[in-house]
């Protein structure tokens, strides 16, 4: 206890300048009022350093302050603000669509850092390496850069070099997020119910994975495959003997931005058909493989010559088990044909929990929601919306979605954006009914019903084989009063504490009883010896003894009637 203690203070001194710099930007775009930040810089000294906030900043919504503050503050709280804008289970309509806008925008690091990056990552001079390399990055983030450059066979490669010195900056990051997360959690009780610290250890887990660029090119490999002789889409290939942690190269793709239509007409490209083709492409992602790019904004992608979709970008991937799958595809049918009993058994399935506590309650809500949402064209169902609401449907009926889930919901809502910015008449969840009932007939199957049949058959013979030992274990442990049974319980949502209650009420009901028993027994046998000192003959111990044991028993008495009866 006390060396964590002192190890909090020593990490805490070496992140006051970090400290400092956080509470000045904050401070700069007017959140002194909501975090206190007055007191905070008279702590570490920062008063002198800090601009008062501007009118121009104040006059801005709260939500677009915050955007503003996150780009400002740097790599680590750029991707947590994107990686808030994909949980909507956590945030509001307006901060949703401030935080989708947030950009990398962090200035270029020298090309002469990125030249050393690379030569030490390879282990060979960029000569020997490459037959050429342009100096001007072509793209920038807060994570990396990107190079165009030609291998000595002069195939044209991109060339991503992590950023130097991030390592050191996004652990600093990161263990001040944790530090303000467990304040959160502590000291504000409408946040705690929202495990803060949770959603950080989520976002730190998934940030360290995209810093790592040979899981990016492993998840560009596995997507290569997964739409191998697919004629709509384009997967870089990965150059793995050129490929390390801080460095990856794949195939240059050059084409039209995906979100200038003009300029995709000029090249003799249907906007209409590659809406659909883009449809169709995050459909099969979703249902037909799970596994899928989990950010497919305009920047990540580009429409080369004939149509093809080009994707760049694979440190940020979403996966969905069978399963899930399933359920979410029975939920795309439920939209589709406005069935609302459909929709809720799939909401149901995909939640944590799988049952709602009030499920009348909530059938009402989503018949609700149906008649609301579903009662109206396909072509006039945004997507991003109903999602949404659903959300809230859910976190009314206190029920959770996995994570997957609300990469999957922003993965969808950024595609149908693209698609309908080509096609304002795209139906988008028409062509998604396809893919879902797909899914769903597959389920039933010959040789989904057959390959089940065997997994059952094996687990049962598997079973059969065990259970014999296992019976013998549990009888003997059961003999010798060694067995422990574990309860988990899952009824209320206070816990324990109404099973502890009723508990004691019937303990203390007992206690009762018995102890009225006693003082009538005992008083009748006071009075039966005749101790005195008596009363008109009467024992007077006695007679107290009876008035405080027929007290007793008609307060118990009444206890029972009041709380139901026996």
């Not at 309509?93 to 947030?102: R, S």
């Not at 050059?254 to 995050?282: F, M």
């Amino acid at each position: 206890m006390i060396w964590d203690t002192l190890r909090s203070a020593v990490d805490f001194a070496a992140h006051m300048p970090r400290y400092r710099e956080i509470l000045r930007v904050l401070f700069k775009y007017g959140f002194a009022d909501v975090l206190k930040l007055v007191v905070l810089q008279r702590l570490l000294g920062t008063e002198a350093n800090v601009s008062p906030p501007t009118k121009m900043d104040l006059e801005n919504p709260i939500s677009v302050r915050l955007r503003l503050a996150l780009e400002e503050l740097g790599p680590t709280f750029i991707k947590f603000g994107q990686m808030l804008s994909s949980r909507r289970d956590l945030i509001t309509d307006d901060y949703y669509e401030e935080l989708c806008k947030l950009q990398d925008s962090v200035p270029p690091f020298p090309t002469q850092e990125a030249r050393d990056i690379i030569e030490t990552e390879l282990g060979a001079s960029i000569e020997k390496l490459f037959f050429g390399f342009d100096d001007q990055p072509i793209a920038g983030a807060s994570i990396a850069q990107v190079y165009h450059a030609r291998l000595l066979d002069e195939t044209e490669v991109a060339v991503k070099v992590q950023r130097p010195d991030l390592l050191k900056l996004i652990e600093q990051d990161t263990a001040i997020l944790m530090d303000f997360s467990s304040f959160l959690e502590r000291h504000v009780a409408e946040i705690a119910g929202l495990n803060p610290r949770g959603i950080v250890q989520e976002f730190i887990a998934a940030l360290y994975k995209e810093m790592d660029f040979k899981n990016e090119a492993s998840n560009a490999e596995r997507f290569r495959e997964q739409f191998d002789g697919n004629p709509n889409i384009i997967v870089p290939r990965i150059y793995r003997h050129l490929t390390t942690s801080k460095v990856v190269v794949m195939d240059f793709l050059k084409g039209a931005r995906v979100n200038r239509v003009s300029q995709l007409r000029r090249l003799d490209i249907d906007p209409v058909i590659l809406s659909e083709n883009i449809t169709g492409l995050i459909y099969e992602m979703i249902f037909t493989h799970g596994f899928f790019h989990g950010d497919p904004h305009p920047g990540n992608m580009t429409v080369m010559e004939g149509g093809a979709v080009g994707l760049y970008d694979y440190g940020m991937m979403g996966t969905l088990s069978v399963t899930f799958r399933e359920s979410v595809a029975t939920l795309i049918l439920g939209l589709g044909e406005k069935d609302y009993r459909l929709t809720m058994r799939a909401i149901l399935e995909m939640s944590e929990e799988g049952v709602a506590q009030d499920s009348e309650k909530m059938l009402l809500e989503v018949e609700s929601f149906s008649e609301e949402h579903l009662n109206r064209p396909l072509r006039e169902l945004n997507l991003s919306h109903v999602f949404n609401r659903l959300l809230a449907l859910l976190r009314h009926n206190h029920l959770r979605m996995k994570s997957s889930f609300y990469m999957g919901i922003k993965a969808l809502a950024q595609v149908q954006n693209i698609g309908i910015l080509l096609n304002p008449d795209l139906n988008f969840i028409l062509l998604g009914e396809p893919y879902a009932t797909r899914i769903l007939r597959n389920r039933l199957s010959v040789g989904a019903i057959w390959k089940l049949t065997w997994r059952l058959l094996d687990e049962s013979v598997d079973f059969l084989k065990k259970f014999p030992h296992d019976f013998q274990r549990f009888y003997e442990n059961l003999k010798r009063g060694k067995y422990s049974i574990p309860l988990e319980h899952k009824i209320d949502p206070k816990g324990f504490e109404p099973l502890r209650e009723t508990l004691d009420s019937i303990a203390n009901r007992l206690v009762n009883a018995i102890l009225t028993a006693s003082v009538l027994i005992c008083s009748s046998i006071i009075a039966l010896a005749h101790i005195p000192p008596l009363l008109h003959g009467v024992s007077l111990p006695g007679m107290i003894g009876w008035c405080f044991g027929v007290y007793m028993c008609l307060r118990l008495i009444f206890s029972i009637w009041r709380h139901g009866g026996l």
